[in-house]
């Protein structure tokens, strides 16, 4: 990742009238600032008597908890020791009304910035930052850990198209949740790459980049998505809200391994998408090119085949090979994925080795009245709703009243499922 010099100033992002932030808590390199009066101020309720709101203090717990999760038991690149960012020993959280920061529950920001003089600092700190909507409450709300993740693609990446930033992080809201995986609405086995009519579909997607991209490879490489038990982790799982609840719900993330691997490449690929577009500096605007959705896209097919050999190409560099320029640490950091490859987990599953031939065949469905019809293939029958494949790699659910060309045949696809629930 090139190095370039930041050209803006975070805190003052958005306008001049801004409420004055005079309190704050720090907890290890967590810094939050709030009010206790005025238009942001945060509620005053502190039931340890720490002399700490008890708002402040669950928002900081979730925020510590997301960087040691990720970067101390995960191993994903800490944005306080990235290259991108030199000298930054912080992580300013600045707790606001939300119309003080454009309107949402939370913002991070890619530039570094001097740290806020406090006693329990260095005159020399430099932060990165994030704003939190006053109104958020951490235990109902994972709007904290999102905005860290988003530090750590800026740590890793210059990279900020939409699909990946947000589609990337919504699948990290499943480290702290305790809802699993959600949405898969893409084949996990593929095809990988997806059908390139699907990809202005994919590069034009924020938010539910998530369930057609970034869920299924999740899903693929990690099915059982189980987090590593080491004393950080446990560390994790102690910590609770005011309220009693934990802040980690679950020990379970799919997908850890791959997409800390996605980003550690998507660091190489910003140099090569540099040189090749002949960029002068990653401005904002070239931060977030649609002529960069190629190397983005190439990065995680690149990653992505190290683990399941059935990756097509797809190129989106113009000369360079994005894997030649791998380190001796990015060998290292990527050990598990090269010592250990490995198809798909659905390439080897019981459910592929069992399931029916009749069932695998390409089929014209239909609903009773005829006025609806898809060209695909049966996957699975759960709770009333058949999943169907179509040819184009994605996936549809259906209700019961659509049918194989005779009941007949519906009907015994649908026993066999019944059967084979558990697969």
Same mark, same amino acid.
């Given at each position: 990742?090139?190095?370039?010099?930041?050209v803006?100033?975070?805190?003052?992002?958005?306008?001049?009238?801004k409420?004055?932030?005079?309190?704050?808590?720090?907890?290890?390199?967590?810094?939050?600032?709030?009010?206790?009066e005025?238009?942001?101020?945060?509620?005053?309720?502190?039931t340890?008597?720490?002399?700490?709101p008890?708002?402040?203090?669950?928002?900081?717990?979730?925020?510590?908890?997301?960087?040691?999760?990720f970067?101390?038991?995960?191993?994903?690149?800490?944005?306080?020791?990235s290259?991108r960012?030199?000298?930054?020993?912080?992580?300013?959280?600045?707790?606001?009304?939300?119309?003080?920061?454009?309107?949402?529950?939370?913002?991070?920001?890619?530039?570094?910035? #001097?740290?806020?003089? +406090?006693?329990? &600092? %260095?005159? *020399? =700190?430099? !932060?990165?930052?994030?704003?939190?909507?006053?109104?958020?409450?951490?235990?109902?709300?994972?709007?904290?850990?999102?905005e860290?993740f988003?530090?750590v693609?800026?740590?890793?990446?210059?990279?900020?198209?939409r699909?990946f930033?947000?589609g990337q992080?919504r699948?990290?809201?499943?480290?702290?949740?305790?809802?699993?995986i959600?949405?898969?609405?893409?084949?996990?086995?593929?095809?990988?790459?997806?059908?390139?009519?699907?990809?202005?579909?994919?590069?034009?997607?924020?938010?539910?980049?998530?369930?057609?991209?970034?869920?299924?490879?999740?899903?693929?490489?990690?099915?059982?998505g189980?987090?590593?038990?080491?004393?950080?982790l446990?560390?994790?799982?102690?910590?609770?809200?005011?309220?009693?609840?934990?802040?980690?719900?679950?020990?379970?993330?799919?997908?850890?391994?791959?997409? #800390?691997?996605?980003? +550690?490449?998507? &660091? %190489?690929? *910003? =140099?090569? !998408?540099?040189?090749?577009?002949?960029?002068?500096?990653?401005?904002?605007?070239?931060?977030?090119?649609?002529?960069?959705?190629?190397?983005?896209?190439?990065?995680?097919?690149?990653?992505?085949?190290?683990?399941?050999?059935?990756?097509?190409?797809?190129?989106?560099?113009?000369?360079?090979?994005?894997?030649?320029?791998?380190?001796?640490?990015?060998?290292?950091?990527?050990?598990?994925a090269d010592?250990?490859?490995?198809?798909?987990?659905?390439?080897?599953?019981?459910?592929?080795?069992?399931?029916a031939?009749?069932?695998?065949?390409?089929?014209?469905?239909?609903?009773?009245?005829?006025k609806?019809?898809?060209?695909?293939?049966?996957?699975?029958?759960i709770?009333?709703t058949?999943?169907?494949?179509?040819?184009?790699?994605?996936?549809?659910?259906?209700?019961?009243?659509?049918?194989?060309?005779?009941d007949?045949?519906?009907?015994?696809?649908?026993?066999?499922?019944? !059967?084979?629930?558990?697969?």
């Amino acid at each position: 990742m090139l190095l370039v010099a930041g050209v803006g100033w975070p805190e003052y992002s958005y306008g001049q009238n801004k409420s004055e932030l005079p309190k704050h808590f720090v907890f290890d390199s967590v810094r939050v600032f709030y009010a206790t009066e005025g238009p942001s101020a945060v509620p005053l309720e502190d039931t340890n008597a720490s002399g700490t709101p008890d708002h402040v203090e669950d928002i900081t717990k979730q925020i510590w908890a997301a960087k040691k999760l990720f970067c101390d038991v995960l191993e994903f690149p800490d944005p306080l020791t990235s290259e991108r960012y030199p000298g930054v020993t912080c992580i300013e959280v600045y707790l606001r009304d939300r119309e003080e920061f454009g309107g949402g529950n939370g913002a991070a920001y890619d530039e570094s910035q #001097r740290a806020r003089k +406090i006693p329990e &600092g %260095k005159p *020399d =700190d430099r !932060a990165i930052v994030m704003n939190i909507g006053r109104h958020v409450v951490a235990s109902q709300n994972i709007t904290p850990a999102h905005e860290f993740f988003h530090l750590v693609q800026y740590g890793a990446t210059y990279f900020k198209r939409r699909w990946f930033l947000e589609g990337q992080t919504r699948w990290s809201e499943h480290a702290l949740g305790k809802d699993g995986i959600g949405d898969v609405k893409y084949f996990p086995q593929g095809p990988w790459p997806q059908p390139a009519m699907n990809l202005p579909t994919l590069f034009s997607m924020t938010y539910d980049a998530e369930f057609v991209l970034w869920n299924p490879i999740a899903v693929g490489t990690d099915p059982k998505g189980t987090l590593p038990l080491t004393p950080e982790l446990k560390g994790v799982a102690g910590l609770r809200y005011s309220d009693g609840s934990p802040v980690l719900n679950d020990l379970s993330l799919t997908g850890a391994d791959i997409m #800390r691997e996605i980003l +550690i490449e998507l &660091g %190489k690929m *910003d =140099d090569i !998408a540099f040189k090749e577009l002949e960029y002068a500096d990653w401005s904002e605007a070239n931060q977030k090119a649609s002529e960069t959705d190629n190397y983005i896209y190439q990065a995680i097919m690149d990653t992505l085949r190290r683990r399941y050999r059935m990756v097509g190409p797809f190129q989106g560099t113009k000369s360079i090979a994005a894997d030649s320029s791998r380190s001796a640490n990015d060998d290292k950091n990527m050990k598990r994925a090269d010592a250990n490859p490995q198809p798909f987990a659905h390439d080897n599953s019981d459910a592929k080795k069992t399931l029916a031939a009749d069932a695998r065949k390409w089929r014209i469905w239909t609903t009773r009245d005829g006025k609806h019809k898809v060209d695909a293939k049966f996957v699975k029958y759960i709770a009333g709703t058949l999943t169907l494949q179509k040819k184009d790699g994605t996936a549809v659910d259906v209700k019961l009243d659509l049918l194989c060309h005779d009941d007949k045949e519906f009907v015994m696809q649908r026993k066999w499922t019944k !059967a084979s629930e558990s697969h």
